[in-house]
């Protein structure tokens, strides 16, 4: 550790006026816009206006039910899948976390752009569909709430199954053998053994997957269109078709506040622990 | 029978997961002029279509240069802010670390319109100029947080030694801590690249004529455009970093570091 302070700052400070002058400066600017009253001074007046319109009230509640859908879903699969990484080989884990690391890497627009694939017109389901004699005219799969929940998934499941498959590594080797042993049936092992094990990891992992599906644009964009909105999304068409900047700064304010109060609780999650 | 259970749950999972790569790489080969899957014949021409098509190579430059350089500036102001952050015992530090952190909290799209609205507006800096310096900030805090990780496990009274034997403090930063976190530098590196590659909220509204990152352009393609050259394109840009990360797996072991 060095003690001549001036030096440190002169080398940290850069960074810190970068990511002042370009982030918090415009982006405070911007979430004060809503708060700017039309005739000067303060007022809220652009969040009643923005939650009196039914519209932007339907696309707050969907964005909430998608993500919280989003990340419920993606924890049942991941203690699924994390608890059997955990049980497998040390070579084979290897591979198979591997593979669920993988899609990370991957451009969100080439993720998405496969369910285009599955769930267009000529996709592989209305294929099936129609060849089957089910329907005679395709389905409209794409543009539905179900798409943009399967993209999403698709995109933040392995965020959920990294963070659990961390937690249980840190499960004790001989607890569960020894809970079984003792009567306990697989639910109560899974309920009083399992969850408050890996309690820290579901939050961590809820927490990432819940926040991403908040704040994908290219999903629902994609996925949605205009016939399923979410916040992003509405955020962009208010910009970009209505010229509607307070809205958009009311957009932008849930959602810096609600991915701030998941970071926070992230945070004291970690400090809690250490 | 739990062996069975096992590979079934991971069976499942993993062709949700990586499933539909398969797909799209095989959709990109189909042979009709829409969008088909499965294809009813392959071809390779969509994949060589994809290099012909203008405004693709334009705004893969684009993104490319974006990435390298906006990476490179990331590491120039993120190397040294976590060099200060670990060895100096800095008045506000817990401060500093959230100031640089912040661009990964607040999402990209809110930045994007941000910097368009009171940056390039009034002051007419360019879009490209906006873009690049957006980029920059975003890797930042990757920057930050993997190079900090790496000096983490470097012991201090290496560089106080040479300083002893006569290095000056810049010289036992180049001989002794450099050399040291390389790894984690070229991992920050890679990260950086990827992310900054893959951004689309952040460069959503920083566009302008002529002037599109790759996916906001794939964006903008597919809306008025059906034809297998998407799928192509994406295949290519997922075989792009899955060499770049395993060749990084190889090099370096980079999931050390992520």
Same mark, same amino acid.
Request: proline fraction near 4%; charge should be positive; hydrophobic fraction near 60%.
């Given at each position: 550790m060095f003690r001549n302070t001036r030096e440190g700052l002169a080398l940290a400070l850069p960074a810190a006026i970068f990511s002042t002058l370009l982030f918090l400066v415009p982006v405070g600017i911007l979430l004060s816009e809503a708060f700017r009253g039309s005739a000067g001074g303060w007022s809220v007046q652009g969040y009643i206006d923005f939650f009196s319109e039914p519209l932007n009230r339907t696309v707050f509640l969907r964005t909430l039910k998608l993500g919280l859908l989003v990340a419920g879903t993606a924890a049942v699969i991941g203690y699924a899948a994390a608890f059997c990484i955990v049980n497998l080989g040390p070579k084979t884990r290897g591979k198979v976390f591997g593979m669920v690391v993988l899609p990370l890497m991957i451009s969100p627009v080439?993720?998405?752009?496969?369910? =285009?694939?599955?769930?267009?017109?000529?996709?592989?389901?209305?294929?099936?569909?129609?060849g089957l004699g089910l329907s005679d005219t395709p389905l409209r799969l794409l543009f539905t709430e179900t798409a943009v929940f399967l993209g999403?998934?698709?995109l933040f499941l392995p965020l959920m199954i990294i963070s659990l498959v961390s937690a249980m590594e840190n499960i004790p080797r001989d607890v569960i053998p020894a809970a079984r042993v003792l009567g306990a049936s697989w639910i109560e092992v899974f309920f009083k053994v399992i969850l408050p094990l890996t309690k820290e990891g579901l939050v961590i992992g809820g927490t990432l997957v819940f926040t991403g599906a908040l704040t994908a644009y290219i999903t629902p964009a994609i996925l949605g269109g205009s016939k399923v909105l979410m916040l992003e999304t509405l955020l962009y068409q208010r910009v970009n078709v209505s010229n509607d900047f307070v809205s958009a700064s009311v957009i932008a304010m849930i959602l810096i506040v609600m991915s701030f109060s998941a970071n926070l609780l992230l945070k004291r999650i970690a400090t809690a622990r250490s | 029978m739990r062996h069975l259970a096992t590979w079934a749950i991971l069976g499942l999972t993993l062709t949700f997961l990586i499933g539909p790569f398969l797909i799209i790489i095989l959709a990109g080969a189909?042979?009709? #002029?829409?969008?088909?899957?499965?294809?009813?014949?392959?071809?390779?021409?969509?994949?060589?279509?994809?290099?012909?098509? #203008?405004?693709?190579? !334009?705004?893969?430059?684009?993104?490319? !240069?974006?990435?390298?350089?906006?990476?490179?500036?990331?590491?120039?102001? +993120?190397?040294p802010a976590a060099y200060a952050l670990n060895r100096y015992d800095l008045p506000g530090a817990e401060t500093l670390r959230t100031v640089v952190a912040a661009p990964i909290i607040v999402p990209g799209i809110i930045v994007g319109l941000a910097l368009?609205?009171?940056?390039?507006?009034?002051? +007419?800096?360019?879009?490209?100029?906006?873009?690049?310096?957006?980029?920059?900030?975003?890797v930042l805090p990757y920057a930050v947080r993997v190079v900090s990780s790496s000096m983490n496990n470097l012991r201090a009274d290496m560089e106080e030694a040479a300083v002893l034997l006569g290095c000056t403090r810049l010289q036992a930063?180049?001989?002794?801590?450099?050399?040291? =976190?390389?790894?984690?530098? &070229? !991992?920050?590196? =890679?990260? +950086?690249?990827?992310?900054?590659?893959?951004?689309?909220?952040?460069?959503?509204? &920083?566009?302008?004529?002529?002037v599109?990152?790759?996916?906001?352009?794939?964006?903008?393609?597919?809306?008025?455009?059906?034809?297998?050259?998407?799928?192509?394109?994406?295949?290519?840009?997922?075989?792009?970093?899955?060499? =770049?990360?395993?060749?990084?797996?190889?090099?370096?072991?980079?999931?050390?570091?992520?």
């Open positions: 080439a993720r998405t752009y496969a369910w =285009i694939v599955i769930l267009g017109r000529t996709g592989i389901v209305n294929e099936a569909i129609t999403l998934l698709q | 189909s042979d009709t #002029e829409y969008l088909a899957f499965p294809p009813q014949g392959l071809t390779l021409g969509w994949y060589f279509k994809v290099f012909t098509v #203008e405004s693709f190579r !334009a705004s893969f430059v684009l993104s490319m !240069a974006l990435a390298v350089f906006g990476t490179l500036a990331a590491l120039l102001l +993120g190397v368009l609205r009171y940056m390039v507006v009034p002051t +007419g800096v360019t879009v490209t100029a906006a873009l690049f310096m957006a980029h920059t900030a975003l930063f180049l001989k002794v801590v450099l050399p040291n =976190i390389r790894g984690g530098v &070229l !991992a920050a590196f =890679i990260l +950086g690249f990827v992310t900054s590659f893959n951004q689309v909220p952040v460069s959503l509204f &920083l566009s302008g004529p002529g599109r990152t790759l996916p906001i352009d794939m964006l903008a393609y597919m809306e008025i455009t059906f034809d297998p050259s998407v799928a192509a394109l994406s295949a290519l840009l997922a075989f792009m970093s899955l060499a =770049i990360v395993f060749a990084a797996e190889r090099l370096l072991g980079f999931s050390r570091y992520v």
